[in-house]
């Protein structure tokens, strides 16, 4: 183990470039898709819920968001894989309370939690193409009614999470 560790410990500075790389990609991704196209799609469909078109474009946008989350879950992963090297390249004490023990916390209660449910509404059980494909529309709606709502719950979270792992990370408060 500490042979593995001596041959990375001078790689550290570039594993945290690809981690702020990662960072990047799993933080803003989405968001243009979400805030100009999903958004306004979901907003048209529920004020005219009778307009074949709107509930049209309302499945459209969410199915190329589903597939379009995976850069953000690929990203997600290489920031988890990242941190923990970082971690243990780092000798972190995280018996003592710092940024990246905040990080951790909010990465371990916070991050997680929202991205399993959020692979599961995209990618697995939830995927709208991959129901679509079944033909059981009524699970669909379920699904769209799901993933709707974890995107209206979450993005206060994310605005303001974000931007406070990005200080905490590069301000290094305390
Ligand atoms: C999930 C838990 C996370 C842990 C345990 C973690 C851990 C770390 C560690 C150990 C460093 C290196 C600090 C140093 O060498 O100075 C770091 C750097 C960094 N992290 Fe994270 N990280 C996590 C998630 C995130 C997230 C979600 C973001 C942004 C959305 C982020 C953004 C950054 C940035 C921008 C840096 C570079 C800071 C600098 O060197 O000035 N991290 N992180």
Redesign the pocket.
């Known amino acids: 183990m500490e042979e593995i560790r001596a041959t990375l410990a001078p790689w550290y500075l570039y594993i945290?470039a690809l981690?702020?790389i990662a960072?990047a990609l799993?933080?803003f991704s989405t968001a243009v898709a979400w805030v100009f196209y999903l958004k306004p799609a979901l907003r048209r469909a529920a004020l005219s819920p009778a307009d074949p078109e709107a509930r049209m474009r309302r499945d459209h946008y969410l199915e190329l968001f589903d597939r379009g989350a995976l850069v953000e879950h690929v990203a997600l992963a290489v920031?988890?894989v990242t941190?923990l090297a970082?971690?243990w390249l780092?000798r972190?004490d995280l018996t003592r309370w710092s940024f990246?023990t905040a990080?951790?916390w909010?990465?371990v209660v916070l991050?997680l939690p929202m991205e399993a449910i959020d692979i599961y509404l995209s990618h697995l059980g939830g995927n709208k193409a991959g129901i679509r494909r079944t033909g059981d529309m009524a699970r669909y709606e379920r699904m769209v009614r799901h993933h709707v709502t974890f995107l209206r719950v979450t993005e206060p979270i994310v605005v303001v999470l974000?931007p406070l792992?990005?200080v905490l990370?590069?301000a290094?408060p305390f």
Do not use: C, E, N, T
């Open positions: 945290k981690h702020v960072a799993w933080s920031l988890v941190a970082m971690l780092g972190v990246v990080k951790l909010i990465g991050i974000v792992l990005f990370a590069v290094k």
